[in-house]
Each structure stands twice: as structure tokens, then as C-alpha cells.
């Protein structure tokens, strides 16, 4: 003889886990079908099963399989499967109905409730044993089975229930700990902007007055460098030993070289003008030598 019996569990939830936290846990197919102390085995099915309800067919189906103990101390075990059908409730929660062996008919809507901190306040049910404050964990079950099967099904159901609980405060545990660390992030992030506000972000004309200052000096290294090696040129040295006994032999035949203001007129403009060509022809001389190689130099 079947019996259908209807009962309803309430479990706070840890205060720091939200809402949304809670509900994408129950959603949570294979989590959720972990918690029967019983399952050893679950897959997912490709398709809603030929007799499956009309109303099930869009449901997510798994096929399970649980251990069965035929006699007391494990002296006789054995497994049994069954179907059950998923369907996600977007922001409450979850509802499925599974159809376990030996009539067993069951279906359980899991649901987020109450009022979190900032949210206006639900009202209080009666006779469930909610919380006045916070959120909680409300799970319905409508139950079809023999008697003989009764006591064994809701005896699994609340093992389920305490694994269910302690899941979700182990969850909330570890959100809560997440949310420290990102503000102690956020807040270590906002700090250091401070300090490059106020004083860090005068180091960087510094950096960038080294950086060149460093390249001005490989500048100035590198002309010295050159300037070395063109006073050991060949071609130099025959250059300015060449304008040397020119500006020698001048002085002897004019005497002392005249000052700047005697080039107006006269006998020492002739000379300065005998001297300016003379200098052109010696700089064409030279620089038609320095197209030569270096070894045709005398």
C-alpha cells in the first residue's frame, strides 16, 4: 500500500554567503545527487526518457545508482538504478523528481528564502521554523512509498540534508574568506595609487633626465673617439704640416702677419687676397687627396 506523506526542512545559511551564491550551488546537478550517502554511480542521459510527463521532458535526466544493503552489517549488497529529472528554477532554486525502485516516488524543491542584509524583510511562515533574519534553506518533499520503505527513504533524506548543510556552510565559509581577501586587494591597490599620487610620480623626469644624460655622454665619448683617430690620420697630418710651412714661408717673405684692421687698403691687401687663393689651391690639394687611398699618399 502506497502512502504519500509531504514534510519540509529549514537550514540557515552561513552569513556570508548571498543568494545567488546559494542557488548556483543547488543547481548544481552532480553535487547536488552526491550528497545521497547511498549514490556510487551517476551519468548524464542524452534524452529525456519515452515515458517521461510532458511537463519533464525539458528537464536535465540522470540515471543513478546507489548502494543497497539486503541485510543488516552488509551481509547481503547489491545496486539499484534509477532516473531522475533536473529543472533549474532561475533565482530560487531547484526542483526534481526521481523515481527510485520499489515505488519510490519522490520529488523535492529545494528554494533560497528569507531577507538578506539590505533586502526588505519576507514575511514570517508559520510552523516551518524559519529564521526571523538572514537567509535560509528550505527544502519540500513530497514522498511516495509503502510503509515498510517509509522510515528507510526519510532516514536517507535528512542524511542527505545534514551533508546538504554542511556543504553549504563550508561555502559560505569560503566565500567569506574570498571577500576578505579582495578587499584587502583592493584596498592595498588603492593605497599604492595614493603613494604614486603624492610623491612617485616625481621620479620619472629624474629617470628620464639620467637616461639622457647617459646617451650625452656616449656622444661626447664617441667625438673624442673621432677626433683621435683623425689627428692619427695620414692624410691630416701631411694636411696641417702642408698649412704650417705655408704660413711659414709667408711670414718670412711679408713679415709679422698684419692685425685685422690693416686688411683695408694697400700693399697688405694684396697679400691677403695672394694668401686667401693660395689657401683655396692648398684645400683643393687636399681634399683631392683624401679621395685617394690611403696607401698612394706620399
Given at each position: 500500500m502506497s502512502k504519500k506523506s509531504t514534510f519540509t526542512s529549514v537550514t540557515p545559511l552561513p552569513a556570508g554567503m548571498t543568494r545567488q551564491a546559494a542557488v548556483d550551488f543547488l543547481q548544481d546537478h552532480e553535487a547536488m545527487i552526491d550528497l545521497n550517502p547511498l549514490v556510487t554511480g551517476r551519468q548524464r542521459m542524452p534524452a529525456a526518457p519515452a515515458d517521461a510527463p510532458a511537463d519533464e521532458?525539458?528537464?536535465a535526466w540522470y540515471e543513478v545508482t546507489d548502494r543497497i544493503d539486503y541485510l543488516p552489517g552488509g551481509l547481503a549488497r547489491g545496486s539499484v538504478r534509477y532516473r531522475c529529472a533536473f529543472l533549474d528554477l532561475p533565482g530560487v532554486g531547484l526542483q526534481t523528481h526521481c523515481y527510485a525502485p520499489m515505488g519510490v516516488d519522490l520529488r523535492t524543491r529545494w528554494s533560497v528564502a528569507g531577507s538578506a542584509p539590505g533586502e526588505p524583510r519576507e514575511a514570517p511562515?508559520?510552523?516551518?521554523g524559519a529564521p526571523p533574519t538572514g537567509l535560509y534553506l528550505r527544502e519540500d518533499t513530497e514522498l511516495r512509498c509503502s510503509l515498510v520503505m517509509a522510515a528507510f527513504v526519510r532516514r536517507t533524506l535528512r542524511?542527505?540534508?545534514?551533508?546538504?548543510?554542511d556543504r553549504l556552510t563550508q561555502r559560505g565559509a569560503r566565500d567569506a574568506q574570498d571577500a576578505e581577501r579582495r578587499r584587502l586587494r583592493e584596498a592595498a591597490a588603492a593605497a599604492a595609487g595614493m603613494g604614486r599620487e603624492h610623491g612617485e610620480g616625481e621620479q620619472q623626469p629624474l629617470n628620464s633626465h639620467?637616461?639622457?644624460?647617459y646617451y650625452v655622454q656616449r656622444e661626447a665619448e664617441a667625438g673624442?673617439?673621432?677626433a683621435g683617430a683623425a689627428a692619427t690620420d695620414p692624410r691630416n697630418a701631411n694636411y696641417h704640416q702642408s698649412g704650417l710651412l705655408t704660413e711659414q714661408r709667408y711670414v718670412s717673405e711679408d713679415g709679422p702677419a698684419p692685425s685685422h684692421g690693416m686688411y683695408a687698403g694697400g700693399g697688405n691687401n694684396n697679400t691677403s687676397c695672394s694668401r686667401q687663393h693660395h689657401g683655396q689651391e692648398t684645400q683643393q690639394y687636399h681634399e683631392a687627396d683624401a679621395t685617394r687611398d690611403p696607401a698612394e699618399l706620399p
Open positions: 521532458r525539458p528537464c511562515e508559520l510552523g516551518i542524511d542527505a540534508h545534514k551533508r546538504l548543510a639620467r637616461i639622457s644624460s673624442r673617439r673621432r
